[in-house]
């Protein structure tokens, strides 16, 4: 007999009530997270859950946009970017061509609209809705950062390592801010 997972609505009612007795003890003062792997039907898969519980974990603590509670099936290419060493993720993301988009773009405005745009899955109507800027301007700034970076948008892997390094700079970035260095 196959055990089902349990519902959303109960992991979160756990976490909200183990959430309420921490803050009982810490007060605001401390920022709480947690992470949940996956259900296992086995004992010896209860290692692995665990580990992906601790990725998790370190996704809501080094990403607001994961959430307090962040799920190990729900953090996409965090999941295969959180298993490489500090060291590694710092070394890595160092992306030249997002090197070159930072020198040149002061205020964020292309790196976030770049973000922006493959979050929503590099749908136009989405991201402009999501910016609350004109069609014409999101189209000026990703002609812009195609001209800075030297890639194409045409092209699904000029597009995949920016996508992927925008996400080891986000983690980069909260790594330095929660840990210097």
Known sequence: MQRRSPSRALVDSLADRITGRFRGLTGDSVRLVFGLGGTVGKLDAVVTSYQQAL???RAAMLLPSVGELARWG???PYKLLLKLPVDELRNTSQVPALVALENEDNHH???DTLTVFFDHGDNIQRSVDALSIHRATLYQR???VEQI???SFDNGDDRLMLHLGLKLRA???AYR???GG
Do not use: S
Request: charge should be neutral; glycine fraction near 10%.
């Open 171 to 173: 983690i980069t970035t």
């Open 109 to 111: 405005v292309l790196i």
């Open 142 to 144: 990703l002609k812009r």
């Open 149 to 151: 970076t030297g890639c």
């Open 74 to 76: 729900e953090l996409g």
């Open 177 to 179: 801010d929660h840990f």
């Open 55 to 57: 990725l998790a974990a």
